[in-house]
C-alpha cells in the first residue's frame, strides 16, 4: 500500500523567499506524485504531476518539484513566495499500471505568506 | 465545459435523515470518485466507479451508498446521517491521460450534521 507524508501542517514564509513544501512516499512500486493547491472554500487545483518523464517538473504559478527516487520524496519549491500563494497544499500518489486510479492524499501543509 | 459540478454547496441534516449529493460531470470521464476531507487528514476515498454500472469501496465507505447509472452522474447517498459524516465532500472524474489519470475535482459540499 502506499501512503503520503507531508512535514508541517503549517509553514510560514515572508513575501519574496523561498517556499519548500515537504513531501515523501511510500510505495512497493514507482508511483504517480501530484501536488494540489487549494484556495479557501474552493475544491483543489492540479499545480504539477509526475509521472516518470523528467524528474524536475513544472507547474503553473511558478512551482516546480523534484522527484528524487532515492529519498523518496517529491518536495515542491517556488523561488520566491507572492501573497496570493496562501493556501493549502496537498501531496498525492497514485499507482499507475495497478487499474486504481485512485488517489491517496498527504495530510496537507497550508502555506502562510508574510507581508 | 461545466466540468465537475457538485450540489448543494452547503447542508445541515439531522442525525439519522437521509440525503443525497449530487454529482456530475460533462468531460465523458469514465473514472469518477467521492473522497471526504477532514481537517488534518487530508482526503480520504469513499467510493470509487470506472465506468457505467460499476463501482467499488474506497477507504472509508461505512455509511454511503453510490450507484452509477450514466457517464455523467455519481450521486453519493447517507443512508442514515451521523455526526462523524460532518465533512466536506469532493467529487472528482479523471481521464486516461497517457496513463496518469489526471483528477479533476468540483467545488465540494459542506455537510454539518447535528
Redesign the interface.
Known amino acids: 500500500a502506499q501512503s ?1 507524508t507531508q512535514l508541517g ?1 503549517h509553514v510560514s514564509v515572508s513575501e519574496g523567499a523561498l517556499v519548500l513544501l515537504r513531501c515523501n512516499y511510500s510505495s512497493s512500486v514507482p508511483p ?1 506524485l501530484f501536488w ?1 493547491v487549494q484556495y479557501p472554500n ?5 499545480l504539477l ?1 509526475y ?1 516518470s518523464a523528467a524528474t524536475l517538473v513544472k507547474g503553473i504559478n511558478g512551482f516546480e518539484a523534484e522527484f528524487k527516487k532515492s529519498e523518496t520524496s517529491f518536495h515542491l519549491t517556488k523561488p520566491s513566495a507572492h501573497m496570493s500563494d496562501a493556501a493549502e497544499y ?1 501531496c ?1 500518489v ?1 499507482l ?2 495497478t ?1 486504481r ?8 501543509t497550508r502555506l502562510q505568506v508574510q507581508p | 465545459n461545466a466540468g ?1 459540478t457538485q450540489t448543494p454547496k452547503f447542508q445541515v441534516l439531522k442525525t439519522g435523515q437521509s440525503m443525497t449529493l449530487q454529482c456530475a460531470q460533462d468531460m465523458n470521464h469514465e ?1 469518477m ?1 467521492w ?1 471526504r476531507q477532514d481537517p ?6 469513499i467510493h ?1 466507479s ?1 465506468g457505467a454500472g460499476i463501482t467499488d469501496q ?1 477507504e472509508v465507505p461505512n455509511g454511503y451508498n453510490v450507484s452509477r447509472s450514466t457517464t455523467e452522474d455519481f450521486p453519493l447517498r447517507l443512508l442514515s446521517a451521523a455526526p462523524s459524516q460532518t465533512s466536506v465532500y ?1 467529487c472528482a472524474s ?1 481521464y486516461d491521460s ?6 479533476y ?4 459540499t459542506r455537510l454539518t450534521v447535528t
Not at chain 1, 474552493?42 to 492540479?46: N, R, T
Open positions: 503520503v501542517s504517480y494540489y474552493q475544491g483543489l487545483q492540479l504531476k509521472t496537498f498525492a497514485s499507475p499500471h487499474g486510479r485512485a488517489l491517496t492524499f498527504g495530510s496537507g | 465537475v473514472y470518485s473522497y488534518g487528514m487530508g482526503l480520504r476515498l470509487y470506472v474506497g469532493f479523471s497517457g496513463g496518469t489519470y489526471e483528477q475535482f468540483g467545488p465540494g
